[in-house]
């Protein structure tokens, strides 16, 4: 009489035990998967540096200082909000391209974010550009870019996924955010302010943290035809989708010869951009 109800009580106990048990391995799957879609360690990468200054030739406001000020105070705010930082430089000293991917990567559980300044030989270019090349990072770019754009008093250029060598040879989520052109007086100018660059540190912080940003502001209008954006997903109103090069390539070779060395000045500067990392 007594061994049914004490088979009943275990059975009942390793029932509610195997809940238990199920209910915490739920609750564990559910915090490691917010760890890997929040990573707590980010690796910043400042651009350029050393010999390489960043940026156009004859360019008067350098972009390596102002890549890394941003990322030193961008590691503050990140460390006062709990996260581990890991920089590819910390001072004014050449790191190549190669070299910033390995630190990345010996990281694999980290994100990896890079600072730049953009440049152009068209001094009215303006705005703030966001890339990612990996699938798994485009939320990502989305938040920062969304953030920073909400803050800078300038155009929205855009999200846009593009091949550069530290978005491509990382094997972790990789946005990489150009803060604004500093070829443009008022964009150079917003630059050399150290109020404005902690504010643009706060706001890549924010989308790192993802923190949604305020009400967004429109892609600028002639964005989503720069011949330098390669086709990519369109799946925001920030993201920007380019006609593919070989379609472009072919269409710019029935032009005219004025047409044509025009697209080869800015294939040019795009190759070197491309080369630098932005
Ligand atoms: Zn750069």
């Known amino acids: 009489m007594i061994r049914p109800a004490f088979v009943s009580t275990t059975s009942?106990?390793?029932r509610s035990r195997l809940v238990t048990f199920a209910l915490i391995s739920l609750a564990l799957?559910?915090?490691?998967?917010?760890a890997r879609a929040q990573s707590r360690t980010i690796v910043l990468d400042p651009g350029h540096g050393g010999h390489d200054r960043g940026g156009v030739p004859r360019q008067r406001v350098g972009e390596k200082g102002l890549t890394l000020d941003v990322a030193q105070r961008l590691?503050?705010?990140?460390?006062e909000n709990g996260y581990r930082v890991i920089m590819t430089r910390n001072s004014d000293v050449f790191v190549s391209l190669g070299q910033r991917v390995a630190i990345a990567n010996s990281h694999p559980n980290a994100t990896f974010v890079s600072v730049h300044f953009n440049s152009a030989p068209r001094?009215?270019?303006?705005?703030?550009e966001t890339y990612y090349y990996r699938r798994d990072s485009s939320s990502l770019a989305a938040n920062i870019h969304r953030n920073v754009v909400a803050g800078a008093p300038t155009e929205n250029r855009g999200i846009r996924r593009r091949g550069y060598y530290v978005l491509r040879r990382t094997r972790i989520p990789s946005v990489l955010v150009e803060c604004g052109f500093l070829t443009n007086p008022e964009e150079a100018r917003y630059a050399l302010s150290s109020s404005y660059r902690q504010k643009l540190a706060e706001e890549i912080a924010r989308g790192i943290r993802g923190v949604?940003?305020?009400v967004g502001k429109p892609l600028a209008r002639d964005s989503a035809t720069s011949p330098d954006v390669l086709p990519q997903p369109f799946n925001g109103p920030d993201f920007?989708?380019?006609t593919p090069r070989s379609r472009q390539s072919a269409r710019s070779s029935k032009s005219s010869r004025k047409k044509k060395s025009s697209t080869t000045r800015r294939t040019r500067s795009s190759s070197r951009k491309s080369s630098s990392g932005g």
Request: proline fraction near 4%; aromatic fraction near 8%; charge should be positive.
């Open 12 to 14: 009942r106990s390793s």
């Open 29 to 34: 799957s559910f915090f490691a998967g917010e």
């Open 75 to 79: 590691r503050r705010v990140l460390q």
């Open 123 to 128: 001094v009215g270019a303006n705005g703030i």
């Open 212 to 214: 949604r940003a305020p």
């Open 240 to 242: 920007v989708r380019a």
